[in-house]
């Protein structure tokens, strides 16, 4: 069962299990092939691509075929039990690499890594390896480690690792859209989530080098940046010395809209305790600030969003949509919706759809709950409500985002949509397809003077649940 409805460039189903490929002239060949194959959020895809920059450094250039590769790597997502049976099942099929080739060095790393630590290689007879999130520079002793014949382990996490001074090379990249890690880690123990055990402690990035790293992407021709983090709200950073700046979020916003108008900047994820008015008026005030916020709501009942530890209440997560229609006209909302958290009554569901209804939210990610050991909520409350509930429950609440998200498109037909041009769609070169400012996908005719990387006006046309049809009108 996928548990996700609409895909979304923060965690893309279709990229899933990808394998990342750096171009051979960046690696400083040594003859060694690295594959590196990464699961769950952008975060671990964007982790990634930090993995493959280190490893370049020591000369290991990427493949996309893990039967050539002298080390494969996985990088993995603990976010649901699901996730996790997912890794496991992949990590089998590198038992016959591994007969073929005995110097084969297999790695975990990520989230999956950081949860159980040395018992995967308890597990896992096959992996070599166990890395954590905060634990990637270290990656070439370790290998060196398995090089003479041990098992190698670090799982650190750390207060302070932000990865500021590397500069990730970009793996399977358009050339177009980048993701920038802005923080790392999470401090907020919602109930349900593994995160803060697997990532660590909430730290954020100088902004300089976040700014430094978006003007030279610009420079190198992409045109679009997603600056991620856990609770990207929260985000904070203070320079030591005489005069303390602080830079909060709004600030950063700002600072890389003033890169250039042409760089179009996004952000996840949005957390609905922490995102201020001053952050909305920095959206409204930059067009090149895309005007799409994921606020996920979790539940639209106060008492399992208490037990959630979510920190906020239905009316201030109502709130707060208020605040961003208001500040900010024409803004797409997305979220995560949890169905069958612990004790959740049908009543306090139908609070959840009722949310929905008052949102019309443009997309959502939907899941069952899973427990996580460890967990605030593994501790404390009974999963007590049974998989057919938490199913029909979740298959109720898909049905009707995808009436929203039809509602949605449906609303954009006859309007002008100014489209950054992505590449050809996925159904047909004759096509090239794109995003709106409000993060919807756009379909429409190949033409002459235009070419993905560049702005063009869409007049919408038609829609599907998921994606704008138009023509250029300029
Ligand atoms: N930091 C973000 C936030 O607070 O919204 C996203 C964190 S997580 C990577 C993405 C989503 O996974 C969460 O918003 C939540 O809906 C879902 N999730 C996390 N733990 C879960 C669990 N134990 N069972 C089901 N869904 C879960
Ligand atoms: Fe997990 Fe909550 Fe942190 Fe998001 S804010 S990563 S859901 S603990």
């Known amino acids: 069962m996928m548990d996700l409805l609409i895909p979304d460039k923060t965690h893309?189903?279709?990229?899933?299990?990808?394998?990342?490929?750096?171009?051979?002239?960046?690696?400083?060949?040594?003859?060694?092939?690295?594959?590196?194959?990464?699961?769950?959020?952008?975060?671990?895809?964007?982790d990634s691509e930090i993995v493959a920059s280190i490893l370049a450094e020591r000369g290991f250039e990427t493949t996309s075929d893990y039967s050539v590769a002298d080390v494969i790597f996985i990088n993995t997502c603990s976010i649901r039990e699901n996730a996790e049976q997912r890794v496991r099942n992949r990590l089998k099929e590198f038992t016959v690499a591994k007969v073929k080739n005995p110097g084969l060095v297999v790695g975990v790393l990520g989230c999956m890594a950081e949860r159980l630590k040395s018992k995967f290689?308890?597990?896992?007879?096959?992996?070599?390896?166990?890395?954590?999130?905060?634990?990637?520079?270290?990656?070439?002793?370790?290998?060196?480690?398995?090089?003479?014949?041990?098992?190698?382990?670090?799982?650190?996490?750390?207060?302070?690792?932000?990865?500021?001074?590397?500069?990730?090379?970009?793996?399977?990249s358009n050339g177009i859209n980048?993701?920038?890690?802005?923080?790392?880690?999470?401090?907020?123990?919602?109930?349900?989530?593994?995160?803060?055990?697997?990532?660590?402690?909430?730290?954020?990035?100088?902004?300089?080098?976040?700014?430094?790293?978006?003007?030279?992407?610009?420079?190198?021709?992409y045109r679009e940046v997603t600056l991620l983090g856990q609770n990207v709200d929260s985000y904070?950073?203070?320079?030591?010395?005489?005069?303390?700046?602080?830079?909060?979020?709004?600030?950063?916003?700002?600072?890389?809209?003033?890169?250039?108008?042409?760089?179009?900047?996004?952000?996840?994820t949005s957390h609905p305790k922490d995102i201020t008015d001053d952050v909305l008026y920095t959206i409204n005030k930059y067009d090149n600030i895309c005007n799409y916020i994921h606020l996920p709501v979790q539940s639209g009942n106060s008492r399992i969003l208490d037990l959630m530890n979510r920190t906020y209440d239905r009316e201030w997560y109502i709130n707060r949509i208020d605040a961003i229609r208001s500040?900010?006209?024409?803004?797409?909302?997305?979220?995560?919706?949890?169905?069958?958290?612990?004790?959740?009554?049908?009543?306090?569901?139908?609070?959840?759809?009722?949310?929905?209804?008052?949102?019309?939210?443009?997309?959502?990610?939907?899941?069952?709950?899973?427990?996580?050991?460890?967990?605030?909520?593994?501790?404390?409350?009974?999963?007590?409500?049974?998989?057919?509930?938490?199913?029909?429950?979740?298959?109720?609440?898909?049905?009707?985002?995808?009436?929203?998200?039809?509602?949605?498109?449906?609303?954009?037909?006859?309007?002008?949509?100014?489209?950054?041009?992505?590449?050809?769609?996925?159904?047909?070169d004759k096509d090239y397809c794109g995003r709106s400012d409000q993060n919807a996908m756009v379909i429409f005719p190949v033409g002459e003077n235009y070419k993905p990387g560049q702005y063009v006006n869409v007049l919408i046309e038609r829609s599907t649940t998921a994606t704008l049809i138009g023509k250029v009108v300029d």
């Open 236 to 268: 904070k950073y203070s320079t030591t010395g005489e005069e303390v700046i602080t830079t909060n979020f709004a600030n950063l916003l700002e600072m890389v809209a003033l890169i250039n108008p042409d760089l179009r900047v996004r952000f996840s």
């Open 121 to 172: 290689l308890e597990e896992e007879k096959l992996v070599d390896v166990v890395v954590g999130p905060d634990a990637y520079r270290d990656l070439p002793n370790l290998i060196d480690q398995v090089d003479d014949g041990q098992k190698a382990v670090n799982v650190l996490l750390s207060r302070e690792e932000t990865y500021a001074d590397i500069s990730p090379v970009r793996l399977n």
């Open 12 to 46: 893309d189903e279709s990229r899933q299990g990808e394998a990342l490929m750096l171009k051979a002239e960046a690696a400083k060949n040594n003859g060694r092939k690295l594959y590196i194959e990464s699961y769950g959020c952008a975060m671990n895809f964007s």
């Open 327 to 428: 500040i900010i006209p024409d803004c797409a909302i997305s979220t995560d919706v949890i169905t069958g958290f612990c004790s959740e009554t049908d009543d306090e569901h139908k609070d959840t759809v009722s949310m929905m209804d008052y949102v019309k939210y443009d997309f959502a990610y939907m899941f069952k709950y899973s427990e996580r050991p460890g967990t605030l909520a593994a501790k404390r409350y009974a999963d007590d409500i049974p998989e057919e509930v938490k199913q029909k429950r979740l298959t109720e609440i898909v049905a009707k985002q995808q009436e929203y998200s039809f509602y949605r498109m449906q609303a954009r037909i006859g309007r002008v949509e100014r489209v950054l041009i992505e590449g050809f769609s996925k159904k047909s």
């Open 178 to 221: 980048a993701f920038v890690s802005i923080m790392r880690g999470c401090d907020n123990m919602c109930s349900f989530c593994v995160v803060p055990f697997t990532r660590g402690r909430e730290r954020s990035r100088d902004p300089l080098s976040i700014v430094a790293e978006c003007r030279d992407l610009f420079d190198r021709g």
